[in-house]
């Protein structure tokens, strides 16, 4: 579903919920809150799975859709105003929410985080996400073995780029990046002749693919002009393309490159040999948990949880649900 179509449902979500009285807070009701950003395709694919889930099982959905951190924390203010029986907030800014959700408490809205931890508040209630720290771990781990790096493989001209500042999971990714790549580095396997490894040397701003575009750009022209860049760590298959765009610009041969999330773009190129792999989180499986998640709360039950030590979000420890992510290549592309 592209950007406009699945704002139209949005709107049109937000529309059948006042019109069916989204604001009422009767016993036994099935009004939910959805509140998702339209940053990304992956975040696109993922709240239309969850709205055609949740309105099959009868719920009634008001879906809030919000570009910047602070239109989001003012949509879901007015979200829990009509007292949802669940409210589900994929964040663009995991910081932002702990004065908002005061109002979730007060009037006793379960909170999901999805796919980001929520920090700095005990509204929260439950988390459903992809294993993060596997995720940053499969990239490298790939690379490891494509690259015999245990056997001495090597040296190897790479570079680095991490997600946004704001999203909890960008660090997490990088962090099980360098954990792996550490003992390469410092042995001479691996040379990153930009030195750029911490986190704030290698963000791209708000995970905007074009944000990248300069910083690549000058890494080329920089340090790359009489070498080759072997390989390249990209947080996300958006930030790959343009990634790959500048190496073609540049006369350049195509890197190997990693991603994540499977857009249908990156699968074409990793099918003509462009990408080297993606990490697939699968919008139906996130999804479906979360569905689930909701589902039990607004019944009262306890959902299905597999992590209750891993996040604490500095008030809590939230119970979380941790799907798997998946590695896509060419050798299992057909299958996927």
């Known amino acids: 579903m592209d950007k406009v179509k699945f704002l139209l449902v949005a709107v049109l979500m937000t529309v059948t919920a006042i019109m ?11 009004n939910v809150a959805v509140c998702f950003p339209n940053t990304t ?31 989001q924390v003012a949509q879901v203010g007015e979200a829990l105003k009509n007292k949802p029986k669940c409210i589900v907030i994929g964040a663009i800014d995991s ?3 702990a004065e908002v959700l005061e109002d979730a408490k007060t009037y006793n809205v379960p909170v999901i985080a999805f796919d980001r931890i929520i920090f700095g508040t005990d509204a929260v209630t439950y988390y459903a996400s992809y294993d993060n720290d ?23 001209n790479i570079e680095f780029f991490a997600g946004g500042t704001t999203d909890n999971n960008s660090h997490i990714f990088l962090k099980n990046i360098m954990r792996i790549f550490d003992p390469y580095l410092k042995n001479g396997q691996l040379i990153c002749r930009s030195g ?22 000058e890494l080329l022209n920089k340090y790359y002009n009489d070498e080759t860049l072997h390989v390249v ?28 999330d499977a857009d249908p773009i990156a699968l074409d190129r990793i099918r003509n040999g462009q990408q080297t792999f993606t990490v697939a ?20 039950t306890v959902p299905d949880i597999n992590d209750v030590k891993t996040y604490d979000n500095g008030v809590k420890i939230v119970p979380a649900y941790l799907c798997t992510p998946q590695i896509i290549d060419k050798s299992n592309i057909q299958d996927f």
């Open 20 to 30: 069916t009285g989204c604001g009422t807070s009767t016993s036994g009701n099935k």
């Open 41 to 71: 395709p992956s975040w696109e694919r993922n709240g239309s799975a969850l709205i055609k889930y949740l309105e099959d099982d009868g719920f009634i959905v008001d879906m809030k859709i919000s570009s910047t951190s602070e239109e």
């Open 95 to 97: 910081s932002a929410f």
């Open 134 to 156: 596997a995720v940053g771990e499969a990239q490298a781990l790939y690379f490891e073995t494509v690259l015999n790096l245990r056997k001495g493989g090597g040296p190897y």
């Open 196 to 217: 750029q490894t911490a986190f704030d040397a290698v963000t791209v701003k708000d995970w905007y693919a074009e944000n990248a575009r300069p910083r690549i750009k």
């Open 233 to 260: 760590i990209s947080p996300n298959d958006e930030i790959a393309g343009v990634i790959l765009e500048e190496f073609k610009r540049a006369g350049k041969p195509a890197p190997l490159i990693c991603g994540l």
């Open 281 to 300: 989180k699968d919008p139906a499986v996130l999804t479906l948990k979360c569905f689930r998640m909701v589902k039990a709360v607004v019944e009262g």
